[in-house]
């Protein structure tokens, strides 16, 4: 069965720094990966994705993608206190149904002020 | 503009007791319909997945149920709830299409006591 491992657990970033966050799939058909935000108490709300190898930035935003690896990361720059949340990985493999996501443990982001 | 809707909000129940959770989507054509489980600060597990009325596909199985009565309706539940169910519920909607964005609703916390 697929898994999504996500590092670190948790990182403590100070206001204005920049949280990079990693994330690997198992799974050799995994194509698309979702990066989704969730506030404590919230539903998660789709941050970024990407499909294609390379970089996708938006805003202080920017995720990687190397798809030999499987690997993707998010990197939030200039941090502020309300990025403080906890960031989720997805995959989907290829073809798949959409919504069949698998998703990791997460990433906790604090920032302090 | 889609919206989803999810009841109800938070629901403290006894172990042994009924459950039932629904959510309704508006806006939207015969989307597909995901129910996610979450425990407290850990990640999602897709439960169950719709791409039609009245056909529903178990994922994980938690001892739950699930069922698409009408095109914009999901409702997840059992007939006898265990402390394990307690956790955060969320109802999910995608398009048909492959590899599109998951929406979700704003979740169920559910307490089983």
């Known amino acids: 069965q697929q898994k999504v491992q996500q590092s670190p657990e948790s990182l403590i970033v100070p206001e204005g720094g920049m949280a990079s966050l990693n994330c690997t799939s198992s799974?050799?058909?995994?194509?698309y990966f979702w990066w989704y935000r969730q506030h404590s108490g919230k539903s998660p709300k789709m941050l970024m994705?990407?499909?294609?190898?390379g970089e996708k930035e938006e805003g202080r935003f920017t995720v990687h993608l190397n798809k030999a690896s499987l690997h993707t990361s998010l990197h939030i720059r200039d941090s502020q206190p309300s990025d403080s949340a906890l960031y989720l990985c997805?995959?989907?493999?290829?073809?798949?149904?959409?919504?069949?996501?698998?998703f990791g443990e997460g990433t906790q982001v604090t920032v302090i002020s | 503009a889609q919206t989803i809707h999810q009841w109800p909000v938070a629901e403290i129940k006894a172990v042994g007791s009924p459950l039932s959770l629904g959510c309704t989507i508006k806006g939207k054509s015969s989307p597909n319909l995901y129910w996610y489980w979450q425990a407290t600060g850990g990640t999602l597990q897709q439960l169950f997945y719709?791409?039609?009325?009245?056909?529903v596909e178990s994922v994980v199985q938690l001892n739950l149920s699930a069922s698409r009565p009408k095109d914009d309706q999901f409702i997840l539940s059992t007939e006898k709830l265990l402390l394990s169910h307690s956790g955060f519920y969320l109802c999910?909607?995608?398009?048909?299409?492959?590899?599109?964005?998951?929406?979700f609703g704003k979740g169920t916390r559910l307490t089983v006591v």
């Open positions: 799974d050799r058909n995994v194509d």
């Open positions: 994705s990407i499909f294609s190898n």
């Open positions: 719709s791409i039609t009325v009245g056909q």
């Open positions: 997805a995959a989907m493999n290829t073809g798949g149904l959409s919504g069949k996501l698998t």
């Open positions: 999910a909607w995608s398009l048909r299409t492959t590899n599109t964005e998951v929406f």
